[in-house]
């Protein structure tokens, strides 16, 4: 691989049964200094594709875990460069991001930066859903990584933003309609974990998730996308209605 930059950047990967889509990602990680896949015991070929790709595997035990955040912090403090880019096995850097990267850190400002996130639904990208930020590239020196659901990593020092230009986003995949709905019932398994909203009203019930289509719909803009926009503002509803169905189902049960 061409080294044309002083300062080293690593690419960390947490995987389980990736296989599906790593290679498209790999091969858009390819120019960095490193790439760590860190698996939590994969059954299918994800082992194996990285291997092919030149990859440094390292292993997370999965137990009983269904999310990858409590891998994290041991992935990125796997990886040999302090600056690391976490990145999805369902995502792609653009060759415009990998560049911005390497420019950032011969003359860094912050210690970490949210990275934007530009989302595909049945083919196409769900503007409404952008910037979607998530705190990615960061010096792992500094950050330590919670291993709760949807967390954010805890920087000890600066954090700053990437420029909202969509040529610098990570581009996500995203998932199947079916595999959204079992993302659902997963997420909301562990929102009542990670969440401390005790009781649900029937007004709670009805008015939350309907605020939510609203708010996902029409003010931010998912009207103008169609069927897809749609659609994915009635998952964002499903998943506020499901968060409390379980809440309440969880109420009734202590009350016995």
């Known amino acids: 691989m061409a080294r044309k930059h002083s300062t080293p950047i690593s690419i960390v990967i947490n995987t389980y049964n990736a296989a599906k889509l ?16 860190c698996d939590m015991e994969s ?10 790709y030149g990859c440094r595997i390292v292993t997370f035990a999965k137990r009983n875990y269904n999310i990858c955040e409590p891998a994290r912090d ?3 403090h796997s990886a040999s460069s302090d600056w690391v880019l976490v990145v999805d096995a369902d995502e792609v850097v653009t060759p415009e991001l990998r ?7 011969e003359h860094p400002t912050y210690d970490a930066l949210y990275v934007h996130r530009k989302n595909m639904f049945l083919g196409e990208w769900i503007k409404s859903s ?27 020092g600066t954090v700053g933003q990437m420029p909202k230009d ?14 959204q709905i079992r993302k659902m019932d997963v997420y909301t398994e562990n929102d009542l974990i990670k969440k401390s909203k005790k ?8 008015l939350l998730p309907a605020f939510r289509f609203f708010r996902y719909y029409i003010l931010k803009g998912a009207i103008l996308q169609g069927r897809r926009g749609y659609i994915k ?14 809440v309440y189902e969880r109420q009734q049960q202590q009350n016995g």
């Open 22 to 37: 790593l290679s498209r990602t790999l091969d858009s990680v390819a120019d960095f200094d490193e790439v760590v896949v």
């Open 43 to 52: 059954t299918d070929n994800t082992t194996e594709i990285a291997q092919a």
């Open 74 to 76: 041991f992935a990125i």
């Open 99 to 105: 560049e911005f990267l390497y420019d950032y850190v």
């Open 130 to 156: 952008y910037p979607d930020s998530q705190l990615r590239f960061l010096r792992q020196s500094k950050a330590t990584w919670p291993p709760t659901i949807h967390s954010v990593p805890t920087i000890d």
């Open 166 to 179: 969509v040529k610098f986003a990570l581009v996500h995949a995203g998932v199947s309609v079916g595999g």
């Open 199 to 206: 009781k649900v009203s029937l007004p709670e019930l009805i």
């Open 233 to 246: 503002a009635c998952f964002s509803a499903h998943m506020k209605f499901y968060y409390l169905a379980k």
